[in-house]
């Protein structure tokens, strides 16, 4: 018996906000399928302002069948950027991560400020 645990499933919900959904996972799928890890997400109504650790920085608008939600729920992505340096635990924490369409958590937060 090896001594390493499986991580453990999650469920989150298919249609969930996109930038509800990166909050919680701190990935984000390039448009040419490199996944960077997220530092910073400055919220500002709608869209976001996001920021990679390797300082990249950009705007994401709230929508559920966007490209970069879609890419995210499906688990498409080519590599893992060298300069974020995604760390291998949070590599497979995601792929055993389930986005179900009547099972699953919505992410919803109970604070005044979180939309």
Same mark, same amino acid.
């Given at each position: 018996?090896?001594?390493?645990?499986?991580?453990?499933?999650?469920? %989150?919900? &298919?249609?969930?906000? =996109? =930038?509800? =959904?990166?909050?919680?996972?701190? *990935?984000?799928?390039?448009?040419?399928?490199? +996944?960077?890890?997220?530092?910073?997400?400055?919220?500002?109504?709608?869209?976001?302002?996001? /920021?990679? !650790?390797? $300082?990249?920085?950009?705007?994401? $608008? $709230? @929508?559920? /069948?966007?490209?970069?939600?879609?890419?995210?729920? $499906? &688990?498409?992505?080519?590599?893992?950027? &060298?300069?974020?340096?995604?760390?291998?635990?949070? *590599?497979?924490? %995601?792929?055993?991560? !389930?986005?179900?369409?009547? !099972?699953? @958590? +919505? =992410? +919803?937060?109970?604070? &005044?400020? %979180?939309?």
């Amino acid at each position: 018996m090896s001594g390493k645990k499986k991580p453990q499933k999650r469920f %989150y919900k &298919k249609r969930v906000d =996109l =930038l509800r =959904l990166i909050d919680k996972i701190k *990935l984000w799928p390039s448009r040419k399928g490199i +996944l960077h890890g997220i530092r910073i997400i400055e919220k500002h109504g709608d869209y976001a302002t996001i /920021t990679t !650790h390797c $300082n990249r920085t950009f705007i994401a $608008n $709230n @929508s559920r /069948t966007s490209r970069a939600a879609r890419w995210i729920r $499906n &688990k498409w992505f080519f590599g893992v950027c &060298k300069e974020c340096g995604v760390p291998d635990w949070k *590599l497979e924490k %995601y792929s055993v991560t !389930h986005f179900k369409r009547h !099972h699953g @958590s +919505l =992410l +919803l937060r109970h604070d &005044k400020d %979180y939309k």
